[in-house]
């Protein structure tokens, strides 16, 4: 079958850095996308990795390895709005979104 | 993202109720997505239309009736729903539909069946 694995809860200091881990088993690789999803709000793109390595985009980074289905995503100079779920999700062979539960990330002054 | 909205926001709805949600995306995207979010579990994709075919329908029980008018509306028909139905229901729209491209989401609908 196909699996997403993320942690289901982290907790972080503001101003610290923060990995979040996503671990994928899936029938063939088509990109992995990383979401940001506040409380009650649509979850909203962060990052997309289809070849190995990292991308950044400001405090935010994502890494990939696709021989390990491996990724994490990487915030920096953590902000108290940074609180949220970081959805992690693959497309497999069939162009299909398989999505991970969900990382719930609290911030702490 | 503002790009896709939904209504009604909230709806608490008895077993015997027929209702509808509404989805509607101001992006000109050609493909639209009907998603059950469930507390602490992966989003679970219900329906897939493709310039307004539906080209996936992932074994979801008939209460659930899609109808895609047009590539910028979804709506997701209601009918004798059951209490485990409750969840978030969220839309989304992308562009072409297929391959690498992403998906933006609307704020949802929490729906509570009694």
């Known amino acids: 079958g196909q699996n997403i694995d993320q942690p289901t809860e982290m907790t972080a200091t503001e101003g610290a850095i923060v990995q979040i881990n996503c671990t994928y088993q899936?029938?063939?690789?088509?990109?992995l996308f990383w979401y940001q999803q506040h409380a009650g709000e649509a979850p909203t793109f962060l990052s997309y990795?289809?070849l190995d390595g990292l991308e950044e985009k400001g405090r935010f980074s994502s890494f990939l390895s696709r021989s390990k289905g491996y990724s994490y995503l990487l915030l920096k100079e953590l902000q108290m709005k940074d609180s949220a779920s970081y959805l992690c999700?693959?497309?497999?062979?069939?162009?299909?979104?398989?999505w991970g539960a969900g990382t719930k990330l609290i911030i702490k002054p | 993202e503002t790009g896709v909205t939904q209504t009604p926001r909230h709806l608490v709805m008895g077993m015997t109720n027929k209702k509808s949600l509404k989805c509607e995306q101001h992006?000109?995207?050609?493909?639209m997505y009907w998603y059950k979010q469930s507390a602490k579990k992966p989003l679970e994709l219900m329906f897939v239309?493709?310039?307004?075919?539906?080209?996936e329908n992932n074994s979801v029980p008939s209460r659930f009736s899609p109808e895609c008018p047009n590539s910028s509306h979804l709506f997701l028909h209601l009918h004798t729903l059951q209490p485990e139905d409750s969840a978030l229901y969220l839309c989304?729209?992308?562009?072409?539909?297929?391959?690498?491209?992403?998906?933006?989401f609307g704020p949802g609908t929490r729906l509570t069946v009694l």
């Open positions: 992006l000109g995207h050609n493909a």
């Open positions: 239309y493709n310039f307004k075919e539906q080209t």
């Open positions: 899936t029938s063939g690789f088509n990109g």
């Open positions: 989304a729209s992308s562009p072409a539909g297929g391959e690498t491209d992403t998906q933006y």
């Open positions: 990795n289809v």
């Open positions: 999700a693959v497309k497999d062979s069939n162009y299909q979104l398989i």
